[in-house]
Structure formats: C-alpha cells, structure tokens
DNA sequence: AGGCGGACAATTATACGACGAATGCAATGT
DNA sequence: ACATTGCATTCGTCGTATAATTGTCCGCCT
C-alpha cells in the first residue's frame, strides 16, 4: 500500500513531502480549499503521521503553515513566509514563472548587491580578487562559446557576496543563483548580452582597484539595466 | 518523569525544545563536543523521540543541522545557517550581543533601507503615507517623553519597509524589529538622538514629496551615521 | 427569546515501542 | 596489504494510544 516513493531524489521521504506540500502550497492550492488534516495527508500520500508530522513541522518552521489543536493547520499569508529560504524561494520561483516576483527579487538584488561591490572593494582579500577575475574570465569565454554563461555570470555575482565579508550578505549566495538560474532564460532571449560583460569587467576593475564608490555605482548600473529591461518588458 | 515544562511560554514542546537546542548551537555549545543522538537529546530533556526528532526536524529546516543514519546529527557551519530566519537571527542576537555581528547587520540595513525609502517614495499610498507620518509623530512625541522611543523608531522603519510594496523588503520587518530590540540599549546609552528625529523627518518628508533619490540618500544618511557610530565603538 | 455555560467532538500534541535501512568501523580471511 | 564480510549504531519510518486544546453546539436559565 506505501507509496514507496523511494525512486525520488532525496531519497528521504519526508524531505519529498515536505517538497510537495511546499510547492502545493505556495501555488495557491489550499487557498480556497482548506488545508487537510494530518490524517488526511498521511493517506493521500502513502505515509505515515509521523512522517506527515515532520514535513508540517519543516513548514512550521519556514513559516508556511501553523497548526493549532481542533482548529487544524492553516496556511499562513504569504507575508509570513520566509522568502529568504531557498526552498520556499525555489518553490516560489518554480512555479510559473511570474514576471512580477522576478522584477520583485531584482528591486532586491539593486539594493544587495551594490552594497556588496562596494564592501567588496574594501574587504576582499588576494582568493576573492582572484575568484573574481575568475568569473570575468569565464564570462567573457563563455562569449566566445568557450564555457557556460550562467555557471559564469553566477559564479561572478556570487564571488562578490562572499568577498563583502558579511555574512548577511553571503547568505543571498543560493539565492541569486537559483534566480539567476531561473530567470536566464528571460532576460537572456530579450537582449544580446554583449554589453553585459563590459558592464562586469567594470565592476571588477573597481573592486581591484579598492574603489568603493565606483564599484556601487558600476554594480547599480548592471542591475538597474535588467530592471529597466524587466519593466519594460513586465509593461506591455 | 517527563520534564512537564509546561510553564514555559510557547506552551508547546516541540518549540521550548526547538529554542533550547537552538540557543545551544548558535552559542557555539557542539563546535567540539558533537552533537547528541535522538536518544540522547529526549533522555536529557525528558521528552519523548517524537518532539526530538520535529524539533531537529525544525532546525534542519532552518539549516542549522544535518541528519544522516549512523553518522548522527551534525551542526552545519555557520554560513549554511538561515541568518533571515527570525528564529536563528534571535538566537544570534541573545547569545551574547556581539557588535560585530551588530556592525554587519547595519551593513546589510544600509543597502535595504535606503532602496526601501526610494521605493516607497514612489510606491506609497495613503495609508503608508498615513502610517509613516504616524511614526515619525511618535518618534517626536518619543523625544518629550511621551511615547516609547523603541516602539515609535521601529513602526518608522517598518513602516517603510512595507509601503515598498515589495515582499521581499517587508521581509525585514521582524528583521529589523528584533534588531533594533537588541541593539537599542547599545546604540542609544552612547549619543543623544537629538538629530535623529531631524534625520528620520528628511526621509518622512522625501517620501511625501515622492522624492526617490531624497529619500535614499536621507535613509542612507541616517543609517550611515548609526555604522559609522558602531565601527568608531567597535575600534577601540 | 436570548445569552450563557457546559458537554462534546475534532484535531493536533505527546508518548512509546518496534523494525528497517544505511553506513562507518572493525574483524577476518586471503 | 587489501578486499570482503559482518556488526553495531543511528536515523528513518511505522502504528497505536493517550493527553491537551479549542471550536461547536445544545440545553438551561433568566
């Protein structure tokens, strides 16, 4: 009778009913509908309370849902979810693509990153310069053909996070991965991206160079020219 | 025999023990010793393994610990940590007041407020306009004794944080809340905050103007002016 | 008739016991 | 010395039972 879910990767089953509840979740599928007991999911999916316990606990806990005796457990608003988790970011982004939370995440990434170039260019030490450099060489290869764009671009941005030396700032390392990751294939159909590498040689050069300011402000021009590129597009 | 700790507030077991095992980890308790079995954790809190094994469930949701068989539970490193999670970020703040840990948060404040002021200079309605103003009016009201400083300066913040209209910036409400909470007794016993009132009022009014550019580089005054008060305490 | 209080029921919270699966480690044999 | 096998440990999963909480509803009193 059990599922045996066992061919999904994760192996662990409560890791993938926890992913299924979330991803259930957060596409508005209990919105009207309330959300079943505990009972009831152990039976639609083939598992045990326990089990079912713990993936709701794993939800408590990312602030999804909230369960109180008698009343059941409820979803909660979707301003109480942590969207800084990467599950629920990923779910959020996985499930359909909204232009507006893309533009959304970007007003947060004009904010974040900027900042972090400019810290970067007072923090980072001889292995982020290099990790850095890195990134732009494989960006401007990947131009040529010679290496993959995102892991690139990716690994560009990320390099700059964790040379801020914050680690508030290093947190939004798997975040703007898996937005970049999701969002490449937007932005990356709109515009040729040749100008994108100049705009990334800039900011590495000031981060190089110790300067704070222009590394802020060279940053805020390379996302401020996707977030024009999304609102122009998000405004048709 | 079980420990019946149901005079702690929360009520609940699983959360008193959620908190206790996350105090221990972010306090550094299991950087030498490991961390304990299941067994070992309900013997020692008088629980049974269910409420163990939710709790730990909850704290590998928040990416504090990892659970394999026969390996055990182990606390991850500090970066894997969900530092957004208002659990973790309390706990962080408890343990035992770090003004480093005080300085990098500014450092991420003063990249969030300041595009959260831009953005709610063009996103505001009247009801954050309303709410805004309401703030700053008790911050005023705070300086001649007759409201509480903390509450007022908060509903200030908080209050722009929201009228951004991006849920990605309301997120740092409770942020910024709990932040704020921990760290007013350090940065108000150090300079009277005559001018902040002054400073709080030009983002108040900018924002009313609908002056994005006023607005941000008001916000980033303001929080600039708190950094540079942290990092001339913390170079001692 | 209307409000109020208590019984009832539904649902989560907690507990206990058992077995399975994975895996590090050691013993063992070649 | 090395590969293999067996073992012990620990988390993973399951099932069931009982407690606690609280919304709902019914009946009683005013």
């Given at each position: 009778?059990?599922?045996?879910?066992?061919?999904?990767?994760?192996?662990?089953?409560?890791?993938?009913?926890?992913?299924?509840?979330?991803?259930?979740?957060?596409?508005?599928?209990?919105?009207?509908?309330?959300?079943?007991?505990?009972?009831?999911?152990?039976?639609?999916?083939?598992?045990?309370?326990?089990?079912?316990?713990?993936?709701v606990k794993m939800l408590t806990a990312k602030g999804?849902?909230?369960?109180?005796?008698?009343?059941?457990?409820?979803?909660?608003?979707?301003?109480?979810?942590?969207?800084?988790?990467?599950?629920?970011?990923?779910?959020?982004?996985?499930?359909?693509?909204?232009?507006?939370?893309?533009?959304?995440?970007?007003?947060?990434?004009?904010?974040?990153?900027?900042?972090?170039a400019a810290l970067a260019a007072v923090a980072a030490?001889?292995?982020?310069?290099?990790?850095?450099?890195?990134?732009?060489?494989?960006?401007?290869?990947?131009?040529?053909?010679?290496?993959?764009?995102?892991?690139?671009?990716?690994?560009?941005?990320?390099?700059?996070?964790?040379?801020?030396?914050?680690?508030?700032?290093?947190?939004?390392?798997?975040?703007?991965?898996?937005?970049?990751?999701?969002?490449?294939?937007?932005?990356?159909?709109?515009?040729?991206?040749?100008?994108?590498?100049?705009?990334?040689?800039?900011?590495?050069?000031?981060?190089?160079?110790?300067?704070?300011?222009?590394?802020?402000?060279?940053m805020r021009a390379l996302i401020g020219d996707v977030?024009?590129?999304?609102?122009?597009?998000?405004?048709?």
């Amino acid at each position: 009778m059990a599922a045996r879910m066992t061919g999904m990767p994760g192996g662990n089953l409560t890791r993938t009913t926890l992913d299924t509840l979330g991803r259930a979740i957060v596409t508005g599928e209990y919105d009207e509908t309330p959300f079943p007991t505990e009972a009831e999911i152990g039976k639609a999916h083939g598992i045990s309370r326990s089990v079912t316990r713990e993936a709701v606990k794993m939800l408590t806990a990312k602030g999804l849902v909230s369960a109180r005796p008698r009343q059941g457990t409820v979803v909660r608003p979707a301003a109480a979810w942590n969207l800084f988790d990467p599950d629920v970011l990923h779910w959020l982004l996985d499930r359909k693509f909204s232009v507006e939370l893309l533009r959304q995440f970007n007003q947060l990434r004009v904010a974040i990153e900027p900042e972090a170039a400019a810290l970067a260019a007072v923090a980072a030490d001889d292995d982020d310069q290099a990790r850095i450099a890195d990134g732009l060489a494989r960006m401007a290869a990947a131009e040529r053909g010679e290496d993959d764009p995102l892991e690139a671009d990716i690994d560009f941005h990320v390099a700059i996070l964790l040379a801020a030396k914050n680690p508030f700032y290093a947190q939004f390392r798997e975040m703007v991965a898996t937005a970049l990751n999701t969002s490449i294939r937007f932005t990356n159909t709109i515009v040729g991206r040749s100008a994108s590498v100049e705009q990334h040689a800039a900011v590495a050069e000031a981060i190089a160079a110790r300067d704070s300011v222009a590394a802020r402000s060279a940053m805020r021009a390379l996302i401020g020219d996707v977030l024009d590129l999304i609102d122009a597009r998000g405004a048709v």
